[in-house]
């Protein structure tokens, strides 16, 4: 974004345009860059996604389900007003929440429990405690998401660019007067957004900061004294994201068909349907 109204290209308000977001067009675009291309337009509407050529149902699958997982959509995904450090972070901070969450589930009556029985506990544990300790991660982890996430906004300031822009193009008296108002209110709004981008960065790194430490802290204490135990709590991590990574190659797998067979079918109602789980519950 520029701090002010000047533009160095014709066609810059295509910033938010899907084709351009990652610069990828039909022409020349391989399997992989039809995938990213596909990601970028699950959440948009009916009638942008269909000028496009879907044809590819292989990179639909594959799009729907990378979109899932959040390290390939870290590092793969990212757009252009995405910082990554900021989202890599974020996917540390998942991981870190998770294993504390897990390990706050071994109890004093559940670690009495581990020794006074040799099949306990099993692996209906692990996927149960597994399976609430990733909906709660998730559920916080989408709250720093929404943090973290300027898209609107910058999209808002870069509408409000071009419609100054327009204006003083239209108008025919004092036209010298007119652009500098817009600068005035142009400028004023970036610095705004500027500010709240910068708080809200400061914001998330504050909250960050203070749960890994105490969840360090708790964690460490937690391995030092129950050195028996934190083995069982390594192994309810590493089965709880091989579980939450098979329920969402699950979850893209059949948003994938649903999307194809309402492309193909015409079912509009369908394909808002699997575009409203693709924007509020990925």
């Known amino acids: 974004m520029k701090s002010n109204l ?7 308000k295509d910033d938010f345009n899907p084709e351009t977001d990652l610069k990828i067009t039909d022409e020349g675009t391989g399997f992989f860059g039809t995938i990213r291309r596909e990601q970028i ?20 699958f594959f799009a729907e389900i990378f979109d899932k997982i959040y390290f390939v959509k870290t590092c793969l995904f990212l757009r252009k007003f995405d910082i990554f450090c900021i989202q890599l972070s974020l996917y540390i901070f998942y991981h870190t929440l998770l294993i504390s969450i897990l390990c706050g589930f071994f109890t004093i009556k559940i670690i009495k429990k581990i020794w006074e029985n040799d099949n306990f506990p099993d692996l209906k544990f692990y996927l149960l405690y597994g399976l609430i300790a990733n909906i709660i991660v998730w559920i916080i982890y989408q709250m720093l998401s929404c943090v973290v996430d300027f898209h609107d906004k910058i999209k808002d300031m870069t509408t409000l660019k071009y419609e100054l822009i327009e204006n003083q193009n239209t108008e025919h008296f004092d036209r010298d007067n007119i652009h500098d108002l817009n600068e005035d209110v142009y400028r004023e709004k970036y610095e705004e957004l500027i500010y709240q981008i910068k708080c809200r960065i400061a914001l998330f790194y504050i909250i960050s900061f203070i749960f890994i430490l105490f969840f360090s802290i708790y964690l460490i204490s937690f391995f030092s004294f129950y050195t028996g135990t934190k083995h069982r709590v390594l192994t309810a991590y590493y089965i709880s994201i091989i579980e939450i990574l098979l329920i969402k190659i699950v979850y893209g797998l059949i948003l994938a068909i649903l999307r194809i067979v309402s492309i193909i079918k015409g079912y509009k109602c369908l394909y808002y349907f699997v575009f409203i789980l693709d924007k509020y519950l990925s």
Request: charge should be positive; charged fraction near 35%; aromatic fraction near 14%.
């Open 41 to 60: 337009y699950l959440r948009e509407n009916l009638e942008k996604y269909i000028k496009k050529d879907h044809t590819n149902f292989y990179s639909i």
């Open 6 to 12: 000047k533009t160095n290209t014709n066609n810059e």
